[in-house]
């Protein structure tokens, strides 16, 4: 176990040092916890000499960390692709934050991406899962949604979720989408759920938990407890691999649990006297003879 | 210039006013002399305290204006010409003066608010008035009635709404004091007015004698000139008035001197309200001078502008703007009912309620069947609207059980629940007032009742079997 | 009934914090919904940013000294709804160089109509702010109106709010958050519904605090209007910290109160 632990670590750390080679690293944040604590996490740990470009639409003030500031909300794509650009320095690692990738309009966003990614080039691009979005554009309706491409084409994906222990997880979706902002939200101590896209075409998911006071990283292992749940959904798990129809319908179900078996129908004392017989040691049974029972 | 007077260039002029310089000129606002509008503290007993208006007091000393009822220049307006920058619509109101303080409390039909001291005028409903908070609507703002369901009893309250301000037009011939506007292209509205409710036939007869007797001596007529009038049958006085302080309760208004000074009012404020009969009609019917009517057409444009027009020609008076049934597709095109369309304008009414906030009143009716509650229209309505009523009639189930339960006494039987979602000037300044299934109504021939509501109990049944239960 | 309380928005026991205007901005979210109107606490902000005191706290009688600007805008009141409880609070706008209201109310859409003069409105907006001397507050009330009630999208609205939060050291944005207001029936980007929630929603993940005020769950109290929920935005401050609390309050006629859950 120990093992998983360590390796699960060192690849989260190579990804927060730029050492994995990785174009798109997407965020995934809400309202609830936001992606901020872990871009400053990226930012404590790259190499001191990275030139990092912060492409905003929605910060008013420059972070300090930035080398490269761009006001990207009033500006045309080509005017930002071409601003980006410019900003490029082949002999360092660059970083280039976007602070909600959201405001790119879903029918150019594949397109901006291929425009600024380059050897070198880390984009670590924040989405919002909080906002609405559709599934299909309008315009284009077999497109796929921008949260979709963006978790297709991403090297890693790093889910942000808040810190489980202090929310009934029901209760704080429930507050969530009457847009309740309850408090203990948006912590410097949060989970990540982590997928990670290898070359050999394997994908591993990894949950954390991040603190990012004093920068420690804990792998956290799946709950045992729900384990015991887990064999239930080995019929989901089978689900359209086989040719067998090996689930039942909600209809089948419930007329299977319908169903009166005979040894229900013994345990219940109803219907007067039972005959109750126990062997005893001195009774002549024979098990062969079929007329032997004794009821 | 100094430096926080703020102007913006270029077309749109926005009008950043500081300082509470106000639009209608130097000083059209006269400080703390207006109910509710000056600076007294809110708390100030001011209500009973007011001058007592003699019953004569209307028509004595008549506003500005000559009797066909063309309106003299305003007061302001020679003092200030440079204001009238001409093509501006928004500038229009800069040539308005507001009726005075004087006008204002000269108006048989308006009364302090008992909360804020704000001008107030009768809904038309006494009942209504009461759930209001301020003992009726305050000028300068609008209340929004919502249905449910398919029944119509709002165009009740949305005519006697406008039957109260032309009754109260008439009361002095020589001096009309009220005009009613109704946004509907069917001039026929006006025929349907419900006429005061004149008693029941046994009043009638006795009434009759009174005036009779007072036709006998000059004297008399002018000593007791309001004594004929129609009221409410006095035997139900004290439960009535157990109804108003339980009814001030909700909102916290438990303050015992305000209450005893109901009585007083009821005698200063004589024409504040009268009581409508629904089976009768107003005659005669109201006339171009006392009503106009707005055609809807494709676009509200131009309707906000006529609104505007015909309030400033009768800006010595009081306007009621009734509004029955808004965005009804048998009335409206499919255009206004887009969220821009119609909230444009709701928006635009809510800005004339606080440009005219003496003389304008707004009633306005919606059917929730046709643009339902949990709609983000009908909510930014609502935010727009300074009180709002929901109406939701009972269902025929409902009416049975009620019937059965009332079997001696139909006239106790409710027609459905009345919903308070907002109460106008408390609920903008924080109060929570959501009031759900608190209050029933019941539409009768003579008025339109609004009381507490409670499910009845049948005698017989559930009680004697709990005292069986404890023996067993 | 628990102790009454003041009102603090930060751990120093501060509403609006001197620091806010040295050197760490704010950016403010407050959501209100039907039953709770937010005027009593936008006025409670006002006083705090001209004067750092609060009328409803123990130290209400501290010393007043004028300490920044403040721009009201509002896209559902005039002047008039804010000057009487302002001068209440015992604060005569009138007499105060400092406080500056901009009615973008009265005959609102007499001015504007398509985005273009809402875009127009916004820099001649913030040009005239920017001409301000010193430090500013910022309050914008309902704007999020313009949203079902013109063809501007969230995303050019929220531009035309960078304009303001760029000049100003604390902008509050006070918006309703009603359900109705929110709730996506189908995700077409130009239904009102849609374009609220994805405003809202974008200015949170923009917010360095969140004022919620709701009416009670269980419904109407006679000594209870509602919850005053404060707690951290999405985007933390460098250095100050949210006092993150949820209060029970009560507005009536004559006073405002705060109580501890």
Redesign the interface.
Same mark, same amino acid.
């Given at each position: 176990m120990s093992g998983v632990s360590q390796s699960s670590t060192v690849l989260l750390n190579r990804l927060f040092t730029l050492k994995e080679s990785s174009p798109l690293l997407l965020v995934t944040?809400t309202?609830a916890q936001?992606s901020?604590?872990l871009i400053k996490e990226f930012i404590h740990n790259v190499p001191k000499d990275t030139n990092i470009v912060y492409i905003s639409f929605?910060? +008013? $003030?420059k972070p300090k960390y930035a080398n490269v500031f761009i006001e990207a909300?009033?500006m045309s794509s080509k005017a930002l692709i071409e601003q980006i650009n410019s900003t490029y320095e082949s002999n360092v690692k660059n970083l280039i934050i976007i602070d909600?990738i959201?405001?790119i309009n879903n029918e150019i966003l594949s397109q901006f991406l291929t425009s600024i990614i380059k050897p070198n080039l880390t984009v670590l691009a924040t989405y $919002?899962t909080?906002?609405?979005?559709?599934?299909t554009s /309008?315009k284009y309706p077999n497109y796929p949604s921008s949260y979709k491409i963006l978790s297709f084409i991403a090297s890693s994906i790093f889910e942000i979720i808040p810190n489980s222990k202090e929310f009934d997880e029901e209760e704080l979706e429930l507050n969530l989408n009457?847009?309740? +902002? /309850?408090?203990?939200?948006?912590n410097?101590i949060f989970q990540i759920n982590l997928i990670n896209r290898r070359k050999s075409g394997r994908s591993i998911n990894y949950k954390f938990e991040i603190n990012t006071m004093n920068h420690n990283y804990n792998l956290i292992l799946p709950d045992q407890s729900l384990d015991s749940g887990n064999s239930m959904d080995t019929q989901d798990l089978l689900k359209g691999l086989t040719t067998f129809n090996l689930t039942t319908s909600d209809k089948q179900k419930l007329a299977k649990d319908q169903v009166e078996l005979p040894f229900l129908d013994a345990q219940s004392f109803n219907n007067g006297g039972a005959i109750v017989y126990e062997f005893e040691k001195d009774d002549d049974y024979d098990e062969e003879d079929p007329y032997e029972d004794p009821f | 210039m100094d430096h926080k007077r703020i102007k913006l260039d270029g077309q749109s002029k926005m009008s950043f006013r500081k300082r509470g310089e106000v639009l209608g000129g130097p000083n059209p606002r006269i400080p703390n002399a207006v109910p509710g509008r000056g600076g007294a503290p809110v708390t100030a007993p001011g209500i009973p305290g007011r001058a007592p208006l003699g019953p004569n007091v209307p028509g004595r000393v008549p506003p500005p204006r000559d009797i066909s009822g063309t309106p003299l220049p305003p007061r302001g307006a020679g003092i200030n010409p440079l204001k009238r920058t001409g093509m501006e619509p928004d500038l229009l109101a800069n040539q308005v003066q507001n009726l005075s303080v004087e006008e204002i409390v000269k108006h048989p039909g308006v009364r302090p608010s008992s909360i804020t001291s704000q001008a107030t005028i009768s809904t038309g409903s006494a009942d209504l008035d009461k759930i209001l908070g301020h003992q009726g609507l305050p000028v300068g703002s609008s209340y929004l009635l919502e249905e449910s369901g398919t029944t119509d009893f709002s165009s009740v309250l949305m005519k006697s709404f406008a039957s109260q301000g032309i009754v109260q037009n008439r009361l002095d011939p020589k001096n009309p004091n009220t005009h009613v506007i109704v946004l509907s292209s069917n001039q026929a509205w006006g025929k349907e007015l419900p006429g005061v409710y004149k008693g029941s036939s046994r009043d009638i007869k006795r009434n009759r004698v009174i005036q009779n007797e007072q036709k006998l001596s000059v004297q008399n007529l002018l000593d007791t000139g309001d004594a004929p009038k129609p009221r409410a049958s006095s035997s139900s006085n004290s439960e009535k008035k157990d109804n108003d302080l339980r009814i001030a309760w909700r909102y916290g208004l438990n303050d015992p001197k305000k209450q005893q000074a109901t009585p007083l009012d009821n005698e200063t404020y004589k024409d504040f309200n009268h009581q409508f009969d629904i089976t009768s009609r107003l005659v005669p019917s109201p006339n171009a001078n006392e009503i106009t009517y707005i055609p809807l057409g494709t676009s509200f444009k131009p309707v906000i502008k006529q609104l505007e027009t015909t309030i400033q020609r009768h800006k010595t008076k009081i306007i009621r703007l009734v509004i029955p049934s808004f965005l009804n597709p048998s009335m409206y095109p499919p255009p206004l009912a887009t969220s821009q369309e119609a909230l444009q304008f709701v928006h635009s009414l809510r800005s004339l309620t606080r440009k005219y906030s003496k003389t304008l009143a707004i009633a306005m009716s919606i059917p929730l069947e046709l643009y339902p509650r949990d709609s983000l229209l009908i909510k930014q309505i609502e935010s727009l609207s300074d009180a709002v009523f929901n109406l939701e009639p009972f269902n025929q189930e409902m009416l049975k059980f009620l019937e059965k339960a009332y079997q001696n006494q139909p006239t106790k039987v409710q027609h459905g629940l009345v919903h308070v979602y907002k109460v106008p000037h408390l609920s903008e300044k924080g109060q929570m007032l959501i009031m759900k299934s608190e209050f029933a109504f019941k539409n009768g021939k003579k008025k339109f009742e609004i009381e507490e509501w409670g499910i009845p109990v049948e005698d017989e049944g559930e009680p004697q079997q709990t005292t069986q239960n404890i023996d067993f | 009934m628990s102790q009454q309380q003041d009102l603090n928005l930060f751990v120093d026991n501060s509403i609006i914090p001197q620091k806010v205007y040295r050197d760490e901005p704010l950016f403010g979210v407050i959501t209100h919904t039907q039953g709770t109107s937010p005027s009593w606490l936008i006025n409670l902000l006002i006083e705090n940013a001209l004067y750092g005191t609060c009328v409803i706290n123990h130290e209400k009688n501290q010393h007043r000294q004028l300490r920044s600007n403040v721009v009201v805008i509002s896209f559902l009141n005039d002047f008039d709804f804010y000057e009487k409880d302002l001068k209440r609070n015992g604060i005569e706008v009138n007499d105060n160089q400092q406080f500056h209201f901009i009615d973008l109310f009265t005959d609102l859409f007499q001015k504007i109509n398509t985005p273009e003069s809402i875009v127009k409105i916004f820099d001649q907006l913030s040009k005239t702010i920017q001409n301000i001397p010193n430090k500013k507050t910022i309050l914008i009330e309902g704007i999020e109106f313009l949203l079902s009630s013109t063809g501007i999208t969230s995303i050019q609205l929220l531009n035309q709010i960078n304009k303001l939060n760029k000049i100003a050291d604390a902008l509050f944005i006070i918006t309703g958050a009603d359900k109705e207001l929110i709730d996506i029936q189908h995700a077409n980007p130009s239904l009102p519904e849609f374009k609220t929630l994805d405003f809202i929603i974008r200015l949170l993940h923009r917010s360095n605090i969140v004022l919620g005020l709701r009416p009670l769950e269980t419904g109407r109290a006679k000594d209870i209007t509602g919850t005053l929920t404060i707690s951290k935005g999405t985007i933390p401050f460098d250095s100050l910290v949210v006092s993150e609390k949820e209060y029970l309050f009560f507005v009536s006629r004559e006073t405002t109160k705060l109580f501890f859950r």
């Amino acid at each position: 176990m120990s093992g998983v632990s360590q390796s699960s670590t060192v690849l989260l750390n190579r990804l927060f040092t730029l050492k994995e080679s990785s174009p798109l690293l997407l965020v995934t944040d809400t309202i609830a916890q936001s992606s901020y604590y872990l871009i400053k996490e990226f930012i404590h740990n790259v190499p001191k000499d990275t030139n990092i470009v912060y492409i905003s639409f929605e910060t +008013i $003030h420059k972070p300090k960390y930035a080398n490269v500031f761009i006001e990207a909300y009033e500006m045309s794509s080509k005017a930002l692709i071409e601003q980006i650009n410019s900003t490029y320095e082949s002999n360092v690692k660059n970083l280039i934050i976007i602070d909600s990738i959201n405001f790119i309009n879903n029918e150019i966003l594949s397109q901006f991406l291929t425009s600024i990614i380059k050897p070198n080039l880390t984009v670590l691009a924040t989405y $919002h899962t909080s906002l609405p979005e559709l599934e299909t554009s /309008v315009k284009y309706p077999n497109y796929p949604s921008s949260y979709k491409i963006l978790s297709f084409i991403a090297s890693s994906i790093f889910e942000i979720i808040p810190n489980s222990k202090e929310f009934d997880e029901e209760e704080l979706e429930l507050n969530l989408n009457k847009l309740n +902002i /309850v408090k203990g939200l948006n912590n410097s101590i949060f989970q990540i759920n982590l997928i990670n896209r290898r070359k050999s075409g394997r994908s591993i998911n990894y949950k954390f938990e991040i603190n990012t006071m004093n920068h420690n990283y804990n792998l956290i292992l799946p709950d045992q407890s729900l384990d015991s749940g887990n064999s239930m959904d080995t019929q989901d798990l089978l689900k359209g691999l086989t040719t067998f129809n090996l689930t039942t319908s909600d209809k089948q179900k419930l007329a299977k649990d319908q169903v009166e078996l005979p040894f229900l129908d013994a345990q219940s004392f109803n219907n007067g006297g039972a005959i109750v017989y126990e062997f005893e040691k001195d009774d002549d049974y024979d098990e062969e003879d079929p007329y032997e029972d004794p009821f | 210039m100094d430096h926080k007077r703020i102007k913006l260039d270029g077309q749109s002029k926005m009008s950043f006013r500081k300082r509470g310089e106000v639009l209608g000129g130097p000083n059209p606002r006269i400080p703390n002399a207006v109910p509710g509008r000056g600076g007294a503290p809110v708390t100030a007993p001011g209500i009973p305290g007011r001058a007592p208006l003699g019953p004569n007091v209307p028509g004595r000393v008549p506003p500005p204006r000559d009797i066909s009822g063309t309106p003299l220049p305003p007061r302001g307006a020679g003092i200030n010409p440079l204001k009238r920058t001409g093509m501006e619509p928004d500038l229009l109101a800069n040539q308005v003066q507001n009726l005075s303080v004087e006008e204002i409390v000269k108006h048989p039909g308006v009364r302090p608010s008992s909360i804020t001291s704000q001008a107030t005028i009768s809904t038309g409903s006494a009942d209504l008035d009461k759930i209001l908070g301020h003992q009726g609507l305050p000028v300068g703002s609008s209340y929004l009635l919502e249905e449910s369901g398919t029944t119509d009893f709002s165009s009740v309250l949305m005519k006697s709404f406008a039957s109260q301000g032309i009754v109260q037009n008439r009361l002095d011939p020589k001096n009309p004091n009220t005009h009613v506007i109704v946004l509907s292209s069917n001039q026929a509205w006006g025929k349907e007015l419900p006429g005061v409710y004149k008693g029941s036939s046994r009043d009638i007869k006795r009434n009759r004698v009174i005036q009779n007797e007072q036709k006998l001596s000059v004297q008399n007529l002018l000593d007791t000139g309001d004594a004929p009038k129609p009221r409410a049958s006095s035997s139900s006085n004290s439960e009535k008035k157990d109804n108003d302080l339980r009814i001030a309760w909700r909102y916290g208004l438990n303050d015992p001197k305000k209450q005893q000074a109901t009585p007083l009012d009821n005698e200063t404020y004589k024409d504040f309200n009268h009581q409508f009969d629904i089976t009768s009609r107003l005659v005669p019917s109201p006339n171009a001078n006392e009503i106009t009517y707005i055609p809807l057409g494709t676009s509200f444009k131009p309707v906000i502008k006529q609104l505007e027009t015909t309030i400033q020609r009768h800006k010595t008076k009081i306007i009621r703007l009734v509004i029955p049934s808004f965005l009804n597709p048998s009335m409206y095109p499919p255009p206004l009912a887009t969220s821009q369309e119609a909230l444009q304008f709701v928006h635009s009414l809510r800005s004339l309620t606080r440009k005219y906030s003496k003389t304008l009143a707004i009633a306005m009716s919606i059917p929730l069947e046709l643009y339902p509650r949990d709609s983000l229209l009908i909510k930014q309505i609502e935010s727009l609207s300074d009180a709002v009523f929901n109406l939701e009639p009972f269902n025929q189930e409902m009416l049975k059980f009620l019937e059965k339960a009332y079997q001696n006494q139909p006239t106790k039987v409710q027609h459905g629940l009345v919903h308070v979602y907002k109460v106008p000037h408390l609920s903008e300044k924080g109060q929570m007032l959501i009031m759900k299934s608190e209050f029933a109504f019941k539409n009768g021939k003579k008025k339109f009742e609004i009381e507490e509501w409670g499910i009845p109990v049948e005698d017989e049944g559930e009680p004697q079997q709990t005292t069986q239960n404890i023996d067993f | 009934m628990s102790q009454q309380q003041d009102l603090n928005l930060f751990v120093d026991n501060s509403i609006i914090p001197q620091k806010v205007y040295r050197d760490e901005p704010l950016f403010g979210v407050i959501t209100h919904t039907q039953g709770t109107s937010p005027s009593w606490l936008i006025n409670l902000l006002i006083e705090n940013a001209l004067y750092g005191t609060c009328v409803i706290n123990h130290e209400k009688n501290q010393h007043r000294q004028l300490r920044s600007n403040v721009v009201v805008i509002s896209f559902l009141n005039d002047f008039d709804f804010y000057e009487k409880d302002l001068k209440r609070n015992g604060i005569e706008v009138n007499d105060n160089q400092q406080f500056h209201f901009i009615d973008l109310f009265t005959d609102l859409f007499q001015k504007i109509n398509t985005p273009e003069s809402i875009v127009k409105i916004f820099d001649q907006l913030s040009k005239t702010i920017q001409n301000i001397p010193n430090k500013k507050t910022i309050l914008i009330e309902g704007i999020e109106f313009l949203l079902s009630s013109t063809g501007i999208t969230s995303i050019q609205l929220l531009n035309q709010i960078n304009k303001l939060n760029k000049i100003a050291d604390a902008l509050f944005i006070i918006t309703g958050a009603d359900k109705e207001l929110i709730d996506i029936q189908h995700a077409n980007p130009s239904l009102p519904e849609f374009k609220t929630l994805d405003f809202i929603i974008r200015l949170l993940h923009r917010s360095n605090i969140v004022l919620g005020l709701r009416p009670l769950e269980t419904g109407r109290a006679k000594d209870i209007t509602g919850t005053l929920t404060i707690s951290k935005g999405t985007i933390p401050f460098d250095s100050l910290v949210v006092s993150e609390k949820e209060y029970l309050f009560f507005v009536s006629r004559e006073t405002t109160k705060l109580f501890f859950r």
